[in-house]
């Protein structure tokens, strides 16, 4: 099973837009209620790429397994050498390193624009994010406790840092 780790197309949009929606619907790494409509994200990963961000998809076979992008971390100047990123694998692609190779093309890229920092917002419940994290030498740097509400609960979210130089 060879995987291809390439920037996003047009095309991958749907398959992109299924990923995003299966999580908004089924899991708490995204804190959005309502599925995205194609045009939304369209619109979101135009905006990405237009401002120089990366979206990178994993490729098997020619269907999309997975993506992951980085972008602004907060809108003021100061930080523009913090990204805050986001990895998603379908279900059907989870625990076969599709995730690690699309974080290690993220941070590869990130170093690449001479970036500083990586930040990464998870949700407390997602203890196999945090260890996948971990691994790529991830730190947790605070909690903010019930900074989100899904499912009927208040959720935690944990804050993640990578130092890139």
Same mark, same amino acid.
């Given at each position: 099973m060879e995987t291809l780790? $390439?920037?996003y197309r047009d095309s991958d949009i749907p398959e992109i837009l299924a990923i995003i929606n299966y999580n908004i619907l089924h899991s708490t790494s995204l804190y959005d209620y309502t599925p995205r409509t194609l045009? $939304?994200?369209s619109e979101l990963l135009a905006e990405k790429t237009t401002k120089n961000f990366p979206v990178f998809v994993a490729e098997i076979n020619g269907k999309v397994a997975g993506f992951g992008m980085y972008g602004e971390f907060r809108f003021r100047e100061a930080y523009r050498f913090t990204v805050e990123h986001s990895v998603y !694998?379908?279900?059907a692609f989870k625990g076969k390193g599709i995730g690690g190779k699309l974080l290690r093309r993220l941070i590869d890229e990130a170093k690449s624009q001479k970036l500083h920092t990586m930040i990464g917002v998870i949700d407390a419940e997602n203890k196999e994010s945090i260890l996948f994290h971990e691994k790529f030498g991830f730190k947790t740097v605070g909690v903010i406790k019930e =900074?989100?509400?899904?499912?009927? $609960?208040?959720?935690? =979210? !944990?804050i993640m840092q990578l130092f890139l130089d």
């Open positions: 780790i $390439r920037p045009e $939304r994200q !694998v379908t279900e =900074s989100g509400y899904k499912f009927e $609960r208040w959720l935690d =979210s !944990v």
